[in-house]
């Protein structure tokens, strides 16, 4: 192929990655990753590299990155502007990396493929590290070859630099570096036993010795998380990427989800693309052998990795983003192979000495592209990924509604398996307008109250007796909300020991309060000296509940929201949500999160609202176990 009809198309190709991933940037709300990013990524640097070090498997450079983005603005379109910019020049990377493991046309083909993937797409349009971890993946991909190719000093460099890049954007880069470890490891020995020295080999080790120089300061976090007994991650797919029971090890089952998810769905695409992969490994060995075996290694080492050990944590299939351009790569050399195929034939067959590839690549652009609408149009129309529910909702749309129907008292209960998420979400989107109608700072003044139910399944709402369920028509596509309303009676106790604590090192806790099931509560209390890490305060309320004879049961339907900001730094903080059904007493304590930087914490004026009778029972003495 000609090198400039090869530019001209690889740049059509690169504004079709660019036109997919800028369209409706930052139309969707956050999804809650996201909010995580956000709250991170506007803190200072020494806060940012504190707080991921908290989870090793995770790291800082993307925060970095997007904490001089958000001098934009925080925005959705700011956050996810950096993942978008990464996922299109991921797009000119794969090219050069098809070009340096085959040809020209597997370059052209495999860029095509990646500028069309749903998948990428998606984490191409969410502010988090996947997208520049495909990028630094390409690139060390793309140097690694490069450099045993030509040994050029400027290559070498370029692969500890994207390596390295790589490393501080995902711990799981450690499966590319792993691969190309096995892969010098392999060839040294070849060369060893068939008497061929190779120095190349050699600088590969050295600049190896340099990519773990520059990672050290990620390395003793990650070695004293490795003694973890959840230091070890599954492969959970699926959309949501949320998992209902863990999972040890990697199952069949999971690895066709993952190639589904990869591509662009099940049925005729999944076909598609695995039978392509089949003919790109085995008809390119003979004469692209080197590459065919390196790409194999780089995907199949995370799987058997988690095979052997049998890991314990849970992580959706997006962990493993950076085997998308691997996997594409090995099917543009299947296309390749199938027009050396029908070269052949037609020279066998018809007698034609000329053969132009675009007899078969022609046809193979266009049944991708077929194939790929489906889940291009559930990504931009649903949020969904080709399996599975919706992934985003219009929690402004949520806002909106609330603001024109709730009432002064009302409280939000998140609902539904992924209730934790929902609560998420609310606190970022509510309006402070919104918070203040919703919490009420006087429980005891309200005669009557509402429960907005948000997520899960309506034919399950919970309401306290009396009151009585009200149709309402928010219209938001995926997320059920309903409401009930009825009259409250609320009791409140005081705990004025509390304001003896001036610093929370440790658990505050009180001792046990009666209760009655099925009822409203609402915490309310003061504090000074609170930090914000993302959708969590510290220190924050939370409370134990008791059924008889003292076995402790949980609360799923929880509400915690930072209310109010008040003078000399106190910050005024509720927290609402109904009793068990089987709850007798409960216990409100009082912590603070382990990532906490702050100097001091003070804590004052506790109170708890309850919707029963005084007859109920009297708040038992406080308590304060260190």
Partial sequence: MKKWRCDFLLIGIIILGGALRFYGLGDQCYFHDEIFELHVAKRSI??????????????????????????LGHTEFVLRLSAAIWGVLGVWIIYLA?????????????????????????????????????????????FFWRALEDDKRRSWIGYIMATTLALYTHLFAVFILGA???????RQMVNH????????????????????????????????????????????????????????????TDLTTILILFGAGSGFAFYLYFSLLVVG???????????????????????????????????????????VPVYYLLIAAGVERLSQVVMTLSRRLLKRKKFHPAVVYLPALLVFSLVALRPLT?????WSYPIGSR??????????YLETHAHPGDIIIPAGGIWYYHLVYLRQYLTPGLQEMLVGKDPTDLAEAGIWWVGGNPAKRHYPPGFQPVEVEPDIPGLAVSYGRGPVRFVEENFPELCKLPDLDALGITGKISVQPDRIFWISVRFRGVERHYERYSPYPGIYFYAPPGEKVTNSYLGVRLVTDEEDGWKHVVMNGITPSNAATAQIIIRKDKLHIGDKVEVKDLEFYGDWSKSSGEAAAFSYEP
């Fill in 193 to 252: 036993y068939s008497h061929k020295g190779n120095r190349r080999q050699w600088f590969f080790w050295g600049s190896l010795l340099i990519v773990g120089v520059l990672f050290l300061p990620r390395i003793i976090p990650v070695v004293q998380n490795s003694f973890s007994k959840d230091s070890f991650v599954a492969i959970n797919v699926g959309a949501p990427p949320i998992a209902r029971e863990i999972v040890r090890g990697v199952k069949l």
């Fill in 378 to 382: 559930l990504y931009y129309r649903d």
């Fill in 281 to 323: 490994v085995e008809g390119s060995l003979k004469r692209y052998g080197s590459a065919v075996v390196y790409l194999m290694l780089t995907a199949l080492l995370p799987f058997l990795t988690f095979f052997i050990v049998k890991p314990s944590r849970i992580f959706g299939a997006r962990y493993l983003i950076f085997l």
């Fill in 98 to 142: 098809g070009k340096q493991f085959f040809n020209r046309r597997a370059g052209l083909f495999s860029a095509f493929l990646l500028a069309i993937s749903s998948f990428h797409i998606r984490y191409s349009q969410e502010g988090r590290m996947y997208a520049l971890l495909v990028l630094a993946a390409l690139l060390s991909q793309y």
């Fill in 46 to 71: 020494p806060y940012i590299i504190n707080a991921i070090s908290a989870a090793p498997v995770h790291s800082p450079l993307n925060q970095i990155i997007n904490h001089y983005f958000l001098l």
């Fill in 180 to 186: 190309e470890v096995i892969f010098v490891g392999l």
């Fill in 391 to 400: 992934l985003k909702y219009d929690w402004r749309k949520l806002v909106s």
